[in-house]
């Protein structure tokens, strides 16, 4: 694997804005996003709940539920699939085929009347033509290589296994088809700590055997540090901070990043004192002018209350949307 | 009640259509049963010269088979109608709602007894069991028809009621209450029944629509004694009696009294679902 | 398995309960059987003094009168336990044979009534829930309600009314023309098919409207579920969402209900079957009620309770088997 090949993007997200349109309110959910997602790389895009991080990965395979509307920006996969220009069965194809996603809280991702093996069975044959021999015997190496037990696994309706038992199955269906992205939507959240601890080892094994892309969705900074190679943070819809993640711990440029850092444990250098964000997370149906952000940020001044700051590039591949980046 | 009370009632109703269009059925009914009577006198005697009379303005839905005017018929028989429904769905709503609230508030072997008597209540079939009642019993007197068309709807309302009142009493306040040392009557019929209200209104309706399915049938296959302007009546008069049926130019007699139980019948049901619709909104 | 044996000991306490239930309803009514029954024998002439009137109708009563009354429900429950139901008042026969000489009509009618109208609306009740938000499914779902207001009697009345009267297409009475030889032939068949199609048309106009609301309340709530949209994410087939997904999540609550419609087959209609005079138990019912023709209506009234009794039972048995979520113990 040469350095420029783990360098190329496999999947460009180019302002992309989705809406979601009630009788007479809009909300956008994403606004003018763009980030490259690279190949082999291990993406973390953090955020609270409601920073539009679920809706972003859900249009990444152009399945934003309705009301919600991709409203403008352009999806370019592998350079040269437009996938919002797809036909639905192109499209039908090009989902999971491509890029998979494990969603939140997988506990209820199976079809509650099938057999786990059933609905992994079903998601090759509706994709490749190849015998229900040689499929079988994908689903139990993968159903290995997420540490379950096939024969039992596949025998088993989704009540019948355990939370993490359900999201292990669910990151094995997930690589099937052995996708060049795989979306990870709070892999941890709603699992118990040994689970959680069992899932990360799964996923951090999964980097180094599989040659592919991962987006991990969390609210937990914590969680990225074994993970991730670059980490997005996103607020109010929109990406605030993009940086390696080293980086982003050591040298963070945004006030809200580095809010977020103070309320983590720390987990790299000195031990801080836990301080949680003043404020309120924002009101996406009354966000404030200028930048979002200005209400609880301790170095907002005027102009960020008339202008809304843009991510420009603050050092080698950190990039940050802050008026006032230089002197924070 | 206060204009606002009544304002937010009228918002509501605007914003629900199936609401609004039920209510607007309900009421005409209502009035028609309650005004119509003292504006149009109804005269039972024969008047063999205008048998069948066709529509027309002094008879805006025509005569029947004995030339009596239909509309009148109708005015008054609504009267019937909305009384027997009216008591029913009381009779059933009260005997259901105590069932289910001593039921579901005792618990032990009070709750085993009566839940073991609405299991066998429920599995026996409502119209047929009614059907026998009022066979047997031959009565006119409304509240004793009340009764019989509420012989088993009163145990689906008593085990609906029973389940909500195991969860209600669980909550702080009537621990509190029992905690005060306030009697045990006093907390299911003090702060309990006040919160299931708005549940019990809805099965109120829920148990009128039973009512008018059971009782114009009733009506209709004869075997209540005769309330002579009854529009279950009046069908089985149509049908059965006079053989107006199969007369020609009677046709507006037999499809008068249809098209005002279709009504009626719409009506309560867009009302009820609507009704339902304000009070479960996720149960769209 | 505990519940299941608790389960079936209610059936068996339902069933015993509504034994007892006809057996007193009927006795302790105003009006004795026995008069009713002497004046039947006088008015049919069958007996000419009423002295003899009073002497075959001991000699017909299932039950001798003058015994106490637990005895006389202890015979009672004996016979019941031989499938002796005693004679009609009416017509003299023993009313096991009316049961069954009734049964199989009403059983077709109802049965060819509930597989169309459950049908029609699961895949009615599907597409709606699919078509979420338009104006056909507004449109549509108001239709349904209206329709599913209507009285099924009141319906069979208008059908009957226009096809019969107005317009005679179909005819009016009876299950088959008596110009046909009952038996399998193709005259027989068509004449049956065309006697029962307003009756089955009857319940289907104002039945299907119920199971399409039903299920489209159920589709609506399993469109949103997590376990969809990550079907979609699959990369699955539309036509695969619709029926593995949406599809058997949505019509498992309803089988419930159908079986539970099965129970009430076996009784039909007593007014939709009188209205077309079709020789169902439900016809038989009716005219039962205004003939007081009091062991004809408590053996029919008891077959239908038991069937319902039992398709209950069945219903909350199967659904364990079908939904592998419910675990059989509460």
Known sequence: MSEQRLFRSIYNIENITVEYIMRNISVKAVNNVSINIRNREALGIVGESGSGKTTLALSLLNLVPSPGKITSGKLIFDGKIDVLSLSDEELRAFRWKQVAMVFQGALNSFNPVLRIGDQMLETIMEHEKVSKQEALERISRLLKLVRLEPNRTMKAFPHELSGGMKQRAMIATALLLNPRVLILDEPTTALDVISQKYILSILSDLKKKLEISMVLLTHDLAICTELVDRIAVMYAGRIVEVAKMEDLFLKPRHPYTMGLLRAVPSVVGDVRKLEPIPGAPPDMFNLPSGCPF???????????KREEPYLEEASEDHFVACHRWREV | MKLNEIKNILTILVENKRALVGSIIILSFIVMAVIGPLLVPLDLNP????VYAPPSLAHPLGCDYIGVDILSEIIWGARDVLLIVFIAGIITVVIGSITG???????????????TLVDIVLTIPGLPLVIVLAGLIQTRDPISIGLILSANSWAWLARAIRSQVFSIREREFIEASKAMGIGKLNIVFGDILPILMPYIGINFLFAVVQALYASVALFFIGVLPFSTVHWGTMLNIAMQVSGAIFVPYARHYVIAPIIFI??????LVLFSYGIEDIFNPRLK | MKWIYRRVLLALLSIFFTVVLTFFLIRLMPGNPMDVYVQMLIRSGRARTREEAIERAKSLMPLNMNDPLWKQLIDYLLGILRGDLGRSISSFTPVSEIIVKSLPWTVFV????????????????????????????GFSVAALTIFGAIPNYIMALLLFYLFTIVYPIFPMRGAYSSTVTPGFNLNFILSVLQHALLPIASYVLTDFSGWALGIRAMASTVLGEDYVTVAKARGLRESKIITNYVGRNSILPQFTGLILSIGFMFGGSPLVESIFTYPGIGRFFASAVSARDYPLLQGLFLMLSITVILANLLADLLYTFIDPRVKVGD
């Open chain 1, 294 to 304: 200005h209400p609880r940020c301790p170095y907002a001044v005027e102009r960020c």
């Open chain 2, 47 to 50: 008047k063999f010269n205008q």
């Open chain 2, 101 to 115: 609230l001593i039921s579901g508030y005792f618990g032990g072997i009070v709750d085993l007894f009566l839940n």
């Open chain 2, 262 to 267: 279709v009504l009626l019948q719409v009506g």
């Open chain 3, 110 to 137: 109802s049965s060819m009534a509930l597989a169309t109208s459950f049908s029609i609306g699961t895949i009615l009740g599907l597409v709606l829930a699919y078509k979420r938000g338009t104006t056909f499914e």
